[in-house]
């Protein structure tokens, strides 16, 4: 049975961080692509970063390019998304998402993933 938990949301003031973590059971990690996406209130799930299964590409976009970054360790079967400089605009629930690893296929959209977490809400205060 594969789970993905999402760890380290929570209220933050505009201009401070948050490390969000997601480690994974039930896979062989180092198989998939690991993505985030989140989702605010009235609004459809939204592609944050992923990252290759060796780690050695990662993908941002750009509402969060030079803010947010990407990483795993592959040893602890975890993905992490290191938040800094938060916006209100940040508020979200966030997703950890895994994708198994195939060669030409898409990470930037959710129906590419196969499994999903439950979500960790990140709040940010102005």
């Known amino acids: 049975q594969v789970q993905l938990v999402e760890s380290g949301g929570g209220l933050v003031q505009a201009g401070g961080s948050l490390r969000l973590s997601c480690a994974a059971s039930?896979?062989?990690?180092?198989?998939?692509?690991m993505g985030w996406f989140r989702q605010a209130p009235g609004k459809e799930r939204e592609f944050v970063a992923a990252?290759?299964?060796?780690?050695?590409?990662?993908y941002v976009s750009e509402t969060v390019r030079g803010r947010f970054t990407v990483s795993r360790d592959n040893a602890k079967n975890t993905v992490y998304l290191q938040m800094n400089s938060l916006e209100f605009a940040d508020t979200a629930v966030y997703y950890c998402?895994?994708?198994?690893?195939?060669?030409?296929?898409?990470?930037?959209?959710?129906?590419?993933?196969?499994?999903w977490g439950q979500g960790t809400q990140v709040t940010v205060s102005s």
């Open positions: 998402a895994a994708e198994l690893s195939v060669p030409g296929k898409g990470v930037r959209d959710p129906i590419e993933y196969d499994y």
């Open positions: 039930g896979l062989t990690f180092s198989s998939y692509v």
């Open positions: 990252i290759s299964w060796s780690g050695g590409s990662t």
